[in-house]
């Protein structure tokens, strides 16, 4: 169910993948049916259908650098990100891009509490830090 990304070639994508890769490791950039499922939006009512919103791949950073990464590699083959976290933002559309074959940008291995500020009662943390 998979598409690719809007006005995007099948070589332009390969590459840009293998440049995702290089960015995150192999691990990290996900592009099999199974791995995808958790990026769609199961309350969709246009689910299985050839215009439901779905992704082209995710994509896993660890850290500010390779989010750079990312962001350098779609920009050069023109592909959109749809950035998300550990959220579960059920009431506008979960995980699931808002354009098709969009890359998923998932935050969620940026997990660190960066600073802790005990005067102020405030802390900075990476965007998949949860209260869970």
């Known amino acids: 169910m998979a598409a690719l990304p809007p006005g995007v070639s099948a070589g332009s994508f390969d590459k840009a993948l293998r440049e995702f890769e290089a960015a995150v490791g192999k691990d990290w950039v996900l592009t099999g049916e199974e791995d995808l ?3 769609r939006d199961h309350f969709s009512t246009l689910k299985d259908q050839p215009d ?3 992704a082209s ?3 896993c950073p ?3 650098e390779q989010v750079q ?3 350098r590699t779609a920009n050069r083959h023109r592909i959109p990100l749809y950035a998300i976290s550990t959220g579960k933002n059920f009431a506008y559309g979960g995980p ?3 354009l098709r074959g969009s890359v998923t940008v998932d935050l969620k291995r940026m997990n660190r509490i960066l600073e802790v500020d005990e005067r102020r009662h405030c802390a900075v943390v ?3 830090v949860s209260y869970m």
């Open 126 to 128: 990476g965007p998949g």
């Open 62 to 64: 660890a850290s500010v």
């Open 69 to 71: 990464a990312v962001v």
């Open 52 to 54: 439901e919103l779905v």
């Open 57 to 59: 791949a995710a994509v």
């Open 37 to 39: 499922n958790p990026y």
């Open 96 to 98: 699931a891009p808002n």
